[in-house]
């Protein structure tokens, strides 16, 4: 029975690592000459602010909430790093910081007024879109030359996008799946009264995730200006559904504090992906989101298939 | 009843907000310009409004079957809806019918299509419906590309005429409220929404075909942004592939400004048509007063959260 279930949940926790396996294979086997450290790096250049923009989404997640305005607040970010982070780093800084403390009285007043998260960070997505179009009314800024040469970094061996990924990945796995404040945090989703008995607080668990979402948009949002060196209001405003989407191809779902930061990693590069593969394939790009959106079903689709032969493989064992 | 149970009554309803908002702001721009143009105004928000009270009309009903019930869909299906009336119209005005009937038919299918990945795949509603959403705008940015028809005379005659002095769409709007009001109070099928908003567990066990209210209720949204779609294209002269955008927050914003329960089961109609019209004239307020498109959207977004933090979140025990 334990074995049974074992086999499934691997099969689940797999099932990001191979569906982005696929894809870069069939990307490979048509264009060997991507197999190459530049080519690599083309290819995955603009997953790492996608990746960090779903971690974002992950914490949130977690808690059994969703966040409707992460692409705004990411596309905010981005604005401050092409400004203010440029022009005077302190106000840069200090402006940063305020946007993770705003994030966290957001998960303030969403505990203690029982609101629906996704009612306050709609209201929220529309505060920092305004914001945005007040900071930079035009396209334009020039991104920090220190971001410039982080994002462009070229590390020897492994290209820098994979390095960065597998470096975030890490880092969040251990922070919430391998600590014990981290399994607390995670418990907060599953069983929050349970938590509450045990005596952590919810109001800082919540506060807690909601400050770390914060914290992951606003490196998003350097990451991105980092790489395309200049802003605009509406730069990342797709992340709100991508993140969403690279969260739950990553194994996350919406209840129960279940999510895996390594899934969520591999499928916000999976969703990054689809663009190169289409343009492999000679399909005009205006299919891009419509691939993102097959792999999604696609990929539900299986693990809806493993959960359903897991419960039948239990009920005919019991 | 005497006048002051009267009052007490009405103000207990969770509709007079909106329209009390609409109407304070409405008389506050009239104040600040003398008088002069208030009556264009409204007309303007009559006109404007009806495009958000027929696509918040479907995501109410959605969002009253439940919490998670939310549909992503919307503005993809606007826009598809868009691209395939003004193409099946052909600026012909004998085929006007044929073209309204090819803009329900996208969004019968859509709904279908959301509701059939719900019930195989058993995922959240808002995946299912962020998933259709890829695939159909990348459906219709595929198939619209280029394509710029002009709506037929007549039916463009219709979407921007006016009978005494009250524009033609806003009286045949009103007239679908009314008559979406009889449906959600007065039939079975409506009854059955609320019923399975409130305890579905319960509603299930009461006998009602859970599943076939849920398609019915998935299929009305995405009928009624189809709707919405083929409306808006012969407004604006014809289809345009992002004319569905505003719409993704902007449907669910004018449902919850309404008074609707957002952890479901406690719908409200008036709601919406206060709600769509008091959003649009802040936005001609702030106009007059000066304002840029930053401080709207900003101060948009914190009477959103100022109206569900008010309206105090989750009084549905679970």
């Known amino acids: 029975m334990i074995a049974l279930l074992l086999s499934r949940r691997t099969l689940r926790a797999l099932l990001p690592a191979v569906s982005l396996t696929l894809l870069l294979g069939t990307i490979f086997w048509l264009q060997p000459r991507a197999m190459s450290y530049m080519g690599l790096n083309l290819l995955l250049n603009l997953a790492v602010p996608i990746a960090l923009a779903t971690l974002a989404q992950l914490f949130i997640l977690a808690v059994n909430d969703l966040d409707l305005s992460i692409g705004a607040y990411v596309s905010f970010a981005a604005c401050i790093g092409a400004?203010?982070?440029?022009?005077?780093?302190?106000?840069?800084?200090?402006?940063l910081a305020g946007c993770i403390v705003v994030y966290a009285l957001l998960g303030a007043l969403i505990h203690l007024r029982d609101l629906p998260a996704i009612v306050v960070t709609l209201g929220m997505s529309f505060v920092w879109m305004g914001c945005a179009v007040l900071l930079l009314p035009t396209p334009g800024g020039s991104a920090p030359g220190w971001i410039r040469a982080v994002m462009t970094w070229r590390p020897p061996y492994v290209p820098f996008a994979v390095l960065a990924s597998v470096v975030i990945a890490l880092v969040v796995h251990f922070g919430l799946m391998r600590t014990a404040y981290g399994a607390v945090l995670r418990g907060a989703g599953g069983n929050p009264r349970a938590v509450a008995r045990a005596g952590w607080s919810l109001l800082r668990v919540k506060m807690t995730m909601y400050a770390l979402a914060g914290l992951f948009g606003v490196l998003a949002g350097l990451a991105l200006v980092g790489l395309t060196t200049s802003a605009d209001a509406n730069i990342a405003l797709r992340y709100t559904l991508l993140s969403i989407a690279g969260a739950i191809l990553g194994g996350a779902e919406f209840t129960g504090g279940r999510v895996s930061p390594i899934g969520a990693v591999l499928g916000a590069l999976t969703l990054a992906l689809a663009g190169a593969f289409l343009?492999?394939?000679?399909?005009?790009?205006?299919?891009?989101?419509?691939?993102?959106?097959?792999?999604?079903?696609?990929?539900?689709?299986?693990?809806?298939?493993?959960?359903?032969?897991?419960?039948?493989?239990?009920?005919?064992?019991? | 009843m005497s006048p002051a149970a009267f009052l007490r009554d009405l103000f207990a309803r969770p509709w007079i907000w909106a329209w009390l908002g609409a109407v304070a702001v409405w008389l506050t721009t009239a104040a600040v310009t003398q008088g002069q143009g208030a009556p264009e105004v409204l007309r303007a928000a009559l006109t404007f409004g009806t495009f958000f009270v027929v696509v918040g009309i479907g995501q109410m009903f959605v969002i009253t079957t439940g919490p998670g019930n939310i549909d992503l869909s919307v503005p993809a299906t606007i826009a598809l809806s868009g691209v395939v009336s003004m193409q099946v119209m052909g600026g012909q005005d004998a085929r006007i019918v044929l073209g309204l009937a090819a803009a329900l038919g996208v969004g019968l299918g859509v709904g279908l299509f959301n509701f059939a990945l719900i019930r195989l795949l058993r995922i959240p509603p808002i995946i299912a419906t962020l998933s259709a959403a890829f695939l159909v705008q990348s459906t219709a940015i595929a198939y619209g590309r280029g394509l710029r028809v002009r709506p037929p005379q007549a039916f463009s005659d219709f979407t921007t005429g006016s009978l005494f002095g009250v524009p033609l769409l806003a009286l045949c709007v009103g007239g679908l409220a009314v008559a979406m009001g009889v449906v959600l109070h007065r039939t079975l099928y409506g009854r059955a929404v609320l019923a399975i908003g409130q305890n579905q567990r319960a509603a299930r066990l009461a006998g009602l075909p859970v599943e076939r209210v849920r398609c019915a209720t998935y299929v009305l949204c995405a009928v009624f942004a189809g709707l919405n779609g083929a409306l808006l294209a012969g407004f604006s002269g014809g289809s345009s592939l992002n004319m569905g955008e505003e719409f993704l927050l902007g449907s669910i914003a004018v449902v919850v400004i309404g008074g609707t329960s957002v952890a479901g089961g406690f719908a409200n109609l008036p709601g919406i048509w206060g709600a769509a019209l008091f959003l649009f004239l802040l936005v001609t307020m702030l106009n007059t007063f000066g304002a840029g498109a930053g401080v709207r959207l900003i101060l948009t977004g914190l009477i959103i959260i100022a109206v569900i933090t008010a309206a105090g979140g989750r009084k549905v025990g679970r």
Not at chain 1, 83 to 95: E, H, Y
Not at chain 1, 288 to 316: T, Y
């Open chain 1, 83 to 95: 400004t203010w982070l440029n022009d005077a780093p302190l106000l840069g800084v200090a402006a």
């Open chain 1, 279 to 318: 343009s492999f394939l000679r399909i005009p790009p205006d299919w891009q989101i419509g691939v993102q959106g097959g792999i999604l079903i696609l990929v539900l689709a299986l693990r809806a298939l493993i959960d359903r032969a897991g419960s039948a493989r239990a009920g005919a064992a019991r």
